[in-house]
């Protein structure tokens, strides 16, 4: 399908779609905002993980995906579970710690899951969702179902043995599984460009003889386009692809973050690729949407929020009966 002559979108998405997407990034957007302004008033405990600024990618990647499909997903979440069908009162209600939310208030912002809609799960160890995510794909391989799996992770995970252990197998099987690494520049402090010696995190993917993509992560267009190749080469039983977002995380690494490892202007210029802002135009352009509408998008999903804080303010904390139900499996 031709979005505008700039954009070739090669996945065939229907108008409602393409808009829809555009109303989830700012879900995904407004959603990490308020998380951030409830920790900075001390509402919220634990920690967390903000992705203000790479919602292109996880929408974009999930965009194609069927409820049969898997992801699993990192310490930086948020974004992908709204991509993959979570609603934002039950994950508000999670991280307000209460028994509405998907983890009935245990899991908190790392432990995300929501199995029915095919998110495996958030994952706090750094590079713990790859394997699972390649054993994920085995099972599918194994009882030959035709769901693939995406596994989400940062640029850190990729020096992590898991990584590389896990890739490798996926590869020798040729497992229907995506690897997106969302290249956000830093690993907490640590910039990538300092902690591996390759140019790009993709360039890993011919150690072990499967494609390797740089995208544009803050193009969504771009990311359901790798994506969509992905998956045709998954399902084809061609095994995995690994597809480097490059993107950047607006905020600090976690709640209390001075930032001193990067300059404002870096994250100046960074902000002048909004991905939400990109691909607005783009749908204006397309004559898909108008400014008029576009706002209205957006005023409706702060409501959505401001009504998953309230649901999620008004549900019950678990009581000490609740201690040990849940806990093991
Ligand atoms: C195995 C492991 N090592 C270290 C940590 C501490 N830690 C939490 S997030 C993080 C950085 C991860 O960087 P990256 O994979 O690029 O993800 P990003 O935070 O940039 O999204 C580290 C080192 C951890 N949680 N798990
Ligand atoms: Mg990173």
Redesign the pocket.
Known sequence: MQLTKEKLLIPDLSNDKLIDLYKQMWQIRLFDEKVDEFFAKGMIHGTT?LAVGQEASAAGVCALLTVEDKITS???GHGHCIAKGATADKMMAELFGRTTGYCKGKGGSMHIADVEMGNLGAN?????GIPLAVGSALTAKMKKLDYVTVCF?????TN?GSFHEAVNLAAIWDLPVIFVC?N?Q???SGP?KEMAKVEHIADRAGAYGIPGVVADGNDIIEMINVTDEAINRARSGKGPTLIEAKTY?WKG?SKSDAKKYRTREEEQEWRKKDPIKRYKEVLIEAGLLTEEKAEEIRLAVKQEIEDAVKFAEESPAPTLDDLLTDVYA
């Open positions: 993980h990192t310490h930086r706090g160890i750094v590079a713990g992770f940062g640029d850190g995970a992590e969302e956000n830093y690993g907490m990538i995380r690494h």
